[in-house]
């Protein structure tokens, strides 16, 4: 190549890095100021609250959205816990971006449905996020050099802490002397948490020194023996007891941030510029307080709905009591349960009641007890044997409790025993294998798989109905009904399960409470029609653009 | 026997409206009160395995003790605890392995992972072949009723095999089967689903009022 044609190529590199250089200051340049001041809000749209229906942990800056903003434009909430701190730059900053995830109308559970809602940008400021309690005291150089220099730590450990302490490496890639040296570091980073507590005096001294012993030790925990063993767990312990401290600590120092008065500002930013929300030619700073609120509000229907049925419920329990005799529609698998007691009975076996995986805490389960109570009461009225399988040890409690109670009541206290109501297993399938496996042995006439279930629902019930009995299956757990239905005789299905002890009990407060049921849901279905229909007609609206239907509603 | 049936009835109204208005108040106390009736639900739990266990044993002792048909399961009960008791408590689960290099399993863990998982994940495996014979009984075209299930139930098993997207392929329609496995799911079944759920929901606010009030007491053992 030529000297000339050396420089030519020279100069062409020159023009397009100068181009390029040109551009990247355009685009460094960013927005117009102009165009930023023109998507501030009206001052008057710009409002600090409280967040509506919450604990107090928020507050809410809302301000209505202007059309045509530029691209590239956001909004800064700046938040200072004083107005003097945005003079001394103590703020904190929540940038708003302008999508609709940013709109009012994006987050119903707190400010509702309203059309309204999406000409208007909130910002959600947490205070106790953006002004965090101080954190627990952590480990640092010098108090491995306060270690070395107690003789606690020699200076290869500490050399080794050290190094430690300075590392990135995540755990994957560590190798096994690595990873018992992190563990050991975690171990000493409780040492200023466990001095806090000494200068607290809660801490005994003999602790304190059984603490640091057992931190400063880098043995590995299975190659510890003896009394060192020991101080090893007891560290755990004081480990879990300070977690649980410090957590505690920091939410009531979080309560108390929540609660202070907070100020803010308004600007639309590029990034680097900002325009703040003037009023006078004066930044505006408003203020406001997060409080704790009374009553969840996004909730009000559910509750309303909830009193509602409650009261229809109450209203025929009531009716009830005068007028015994209400209609209520007959449940095909509760009508069968005198039928498969009295086949037990005839046959001379036992009649089986298994309850599903669930625990007292669990509707489900206090339904099957209920069904139990009245299962028990007849088969003792028969002077038949019933077994109860149990997986949970409360709820074998309770059901001992019943059955017996079943017995006495029956006249015959001396034909209950325990035994007939007891643990099976507490794991799934062990709970499986050792019901089916009494379910072979003892053949029983009649099985009631009543309750909570799982996977094991299609092992019982099938295993059941090769031996022969008579299988009334209830569960509130959808999916394994289609196992019930395929296997069992008969399947309570949803509320039947629920309805099942007041339907047996004939009693009329019970039936009251059934009726009232029956009511609520015919309440739901019609709810869903009309639902349907509606939204069928909205459909059609939208894909006809038919004016005449809108008419038609709004007439009707 | 007012302190068998008055106070639980007390307890569980007190109790049952405070869970209920705790679903309706943000008040942080009201998360509190919730965590502490967890506690307690969990330390009741822990001395119900108690009970738990001596029921389960008591159990089982009376089986050999009387020599019912099948006794020597139960004598297999007491031989599988009394072995992981022991080697839980010898050595910290290490029984005999004093020098054991830090990665070996404990005695305990051995007898946890190669005999109660894998005794487990049998009977769990079990449940295909239950599957299908339930299956069999069920798929047969008895009346109308049965033949729609028939017919749904074989659509969307076709439906959820990789084969279903060749023989859509053959006439043109790959993704045909599977479509229409995704159709019977999303609507005529997740509609009963449904169905199913908001009346499960009205059974349990009104056995919820039921207990709430007293009027259903047969879960307390105390009679009507």
Known sequence: ?556 | MWYKRTIPLVIVFVIGVLAFAHNYVPYPEADDFREHMTKWFMIIGGFGLFLGAYSLLHMHVSRIRRMQPGWAYSAFVFIGAAGMIIVGLWNDGYGPLESAPSTAKTWFDWGFDYVQIPCSATIFSILAFFMASAAFRTFRARNVNAALLLVAALLVMFGRVPASESVGAWFGQQGFFPKIADLIMEFPNLAATRGILLGMSLGAISQSLRILFGIERSYMGVGD
């Open chain 1, 1 to 556: 190549m030529t000297r000339g044609g050396f420089t030519a190529l020279h100069f062409l590199l020159a023009a397009v890095l100068a181009t390029v250089a040109l551009c990247g200051g355009c685009m460094r340049k960013g927005v117009r100021l102009a165009d930023l001041r023109a998507a501030l809000p009206d001052a008057s749209t710009v409002r600090l609250y409280d967040r509506p229906s919450d604990d107090g942990s928020a507050l809410i800056l809302e301000w209505g959205k202007v059309d045509d903003v530029v691209e590239g434009v956001s909004y800064a909430v700046e938040v200072a816990k004083s107005a003097d701190d945005f003079e001394t730059r103590q703020f904190k900053t929540v940038k708003v971006e302008l999508t609709e995830d940013s709109l009012k109308s994006a987050d119903p559970k707190y400010f509702g449905f309203s059309e309204a809602n999406k000409k208007f940008y909130v910002a959600t400021i947490l205070p106790a996020k953006l002004f965090p309690p101080a954190g627990a005291p952590e480990l640092t150089a010098d108090h491995i050099k306060k270690l070395v220099a107690d003789d606690v730590l020699s200076k290869e450990q500490s050399k080794l802490i050290l190094a430690e302490m300075a590392s990135d490496t995540p755990d994957e890639k560590l190798t096994d002397e690595e990873k018992a040296c992190r563990k050991w570091l975690r171990r000493l980073k409780l040492y200023p948490r466990v001095m806090q507590l000494a200068d607290e005096g809660k801490l005994p001294e003999s602790k304190v020194q059984r603490a640091i012993r057992a931190m400063t030790d880098e043995t590995a925990d299975d190659a510890l023996s003896g009394g060192d063993k020991a101080d090893r767990r007891w560290l755990a312990l004081l480990a879990a007891f300070i977690e649980k401290r410090d957590t505690k600590q920091r939410d009531q120092a979080a309560k108390a941030i929540n609660k202070g008065v907070y100020y803010v500002r308004l600007a639309a930013t590029d990034g680097r510029k900002k325009a703040y929300v003037l009023q006078d030619r004066e930044k505006v700073v408003y203020s406001g307080q997060a409080r704790v609120d009374t009553f969840k509000r996004f909730k009000l229907n559910n509750l309303v709905f909830a009193l509602a049925f409650s009261g229809i419920v109450l209203a025929f329990i009531q009716i009830a009591r005068r007028n015994p005799n209400l209609f209520i529609r007959r449940i095909a698998g509760l009508e069968a349960v005198d039928e498969a007691i009295g086949r037990a009975t005839e046959m001379g076996r036992s009649v089986y009641f298994v309850h599903g995986l669930g625990s007292m805490g669990e509707l489900a389960t206090i339904a099957a007890v209920n069904v139990l109570s009245r299962v028990a009461r007849r088969a003792a009225d028969y002077d038949t044997r019933i077994t109860v399988t149990n997986i949970n040890p409360i709820v074998m409690a309770v059901s001992q409790e019943v059955v017996q109670q079943a017995y006495t009541e029956a006249g015959r206290p001396d034909a209950y025993d325990p035994d007939d109501v007891a643990l099976s297993a507490t794991s799934q399938f062990s709970y499986a294998a050792a019901v089916t496996g009494r379910m072979v042995r003892e053949r029983p006439a009649a099985i009631f798989l009543i309750g909570s279930f799982m996977a094991e629902s299609l092992l019982l019930s099938e295993t059941g109905a090769s031996t022969g009995a008579i299988q009334v299956a209830g569960t509130d757990s959808e999916h394994q009904l289609p196992f019930f239905i395929t296997t069992c005789d008969y399947t309570l299905i949803g509320e039947e399960l629920y309805a099942a002890s007041a339907y047996l009990s004939r009693e009329p407060r019970m039936l009251g409470s059934l009726r009232g049921q029956d009511i609520g849901k015919a309440f739901m279905m019609i709810a869903m029609v009309v639902g349907v229909i509606l939204l069928t007609i909205a459909v059609a609206v939208a894909w006809f653009d038919a004016d005449w239907i809108t008419h038609l509603v709004k007439v009707l």
